[in-house]
Structure formats: C-alpha cells, structure tokens
C-alpha cells in the first residue's frame, strides 16, 4: 500500500507540472518502447525468430543483428523480418499514443534513441523529433558515398515474403544506386560492423 501510494503521488505531482508547463522535452529510449511490447527476447523472438536461433545458436534479436552471416542473402533474410516486425507492424500497446495525447497540445520536443519510428505512427510531428541513431525504415550506402537514405518498406516487405530458408533472393539485395556498393541500415553503428556488410559482399 505505501509503494502504491508512492507511486501515485508522484503520478499526481508529474501531472501538475505537465499542466503548467509551457515546453515539454521528452527522453526516449528502449525502455519504452519495451514497455509498448516491442521486447526483442522471450516469447516474441522464439515467434519470430526460433529458426534462426536454432540454426545460428543466439537467443534475442539484438545478438542476432551483429550476427556474422557468411551471405548477404541470410545476413537480409534476418534483418528484413527483424525490421519488418519492429518497423513496419504496431506496438501491441499503446504507450505512444498515451504520452502523444498527454503532449499533443503542448510545445514539445523529443530526443530519442529509438529506431522503430513508434513516435511518428503515434502522431508526433517528425520536424519536432530527434532520433539520435537512426531509423529502421531507412538504407543507406555502406561506404557511404552519399548522404542521401532511401525508404526501404517495399524491398522489406519483399524480402519477407520472398524469402526461404533464411535467405532472400540475390536479386533483392539491395545496393547503392550511386556507387553500387551494398546498403546497409541507417543505424548507429561500429566500423567493424560496416566492415562485415562489405565483407559479406565481396568488397
């Protein structure tokens, strides 16, 4: 009772300060949208990713986006269905569209880690966002020989449905329409792992 109570104060007094405030800056990271569902181990991984895990021996979906896929037809067999379900298909809970009602008539700025686009799908104009480490929705050149990022929804929805046994077609696979070097995620990422999309090509 007295954790309860605890709780709901502080409940009671973040709402009074909301109610009085003239800006909102919102903080965002993975947390939240655990908590809308998106969780990337248990259950939801065994769904959607029991044969990669067996075949490949990791247990949670963030092992298996550093995984070192001999092929790049695998290494965009997993990341098309891992974009696809934390992209493209809804969080099971509405925590965005809560704190998006809460804020939606405030002066509001959000800075966030997050790549699911979760806040955008809930309503939060893009132009008042700042996604530090990218978007799932995004490729760009693995070099990059450009700064220019490309939608990727119709190419993943493709390799969802084309693929089989862990493995898109070749001619999906997506390469730089400048240079013709390999796409990669528009995420924050490690040289080294910049490195493996290319030497999973050839290059």
């Keep these: 009772m007295k954790f309860t109570q605890e709780r709901s104060e502080q409940i009671y007094r973040l709402m009074a300060v909301l109610d009085d405030a003239d800006a909102v800056v919102i903080g965002a990271g993975a947390g939240l949208s655990t908590t809308a569902?998106?969780?990337y181990s248990g259950k939801?991984?065994?769904k959607h990713f029991s044969d990669f895990e067996q075949k490949?021996?990791?247990h949670?979906?963030?092992s298996g986006g550093f995984y070192p896929y001999p092929t790049p037809e695998e290494f965009w067999a997993y990341w098309s269905r891992y974009i696809f379900i934390n992209r493209y298909s809804d969080a099971p809970r509405p925590v965005y569209q809560t704190l998006y009602e809460l804020v939606k008539d405030k002066n509001y700025f959000v800075v966030t880690t997050n790549v699911d686009h979760c806040f955008q799908k809930a309503g939060f104009d893009k132009a008042r966002l700042f996604y530090t480490q990218g978007d799932?929705?995004?490729?760009?050149?693995?070099?990059?020989?450009?700064?220019?990022t490309y939608d990727n929804r119709d190419i993943v929805l493709r390799?969802?449905?084309?693929?089989?046994?862990?493995?898109?077609?070749?001619?999906?696979?997506?390469?730089c329409p400048v240079?013709?070097?390999p796409m990669t995620t528009n995420l924050c990422r490690t040289t080294a792992g910049?490195?493996?999309v290319n030497d999973i090509s050839g290059l």
């Design 136 to 148: 799932y929705g995004l490729f760009q050149c693995s070099t990059p020989c450009h700064n220019k």
């Design 159 to 175: 390799m969802v449905n084309d693929q089989k046994d862990m493995r898109v077609p070749s001619k999906l696979i997506p390469h």
């Design 194 to 196: 910049m490195r493996h």
């Design 179 to 181: 240079c013709g070097k």
């Design 44 to 46: 939801r991984f065994e």
């Design 37 to 39: 569902g998106l969780e």
């Design 56 to 58: 490949y021996g990791f």
């Design 60 to 62: 949670d979906m963030y």
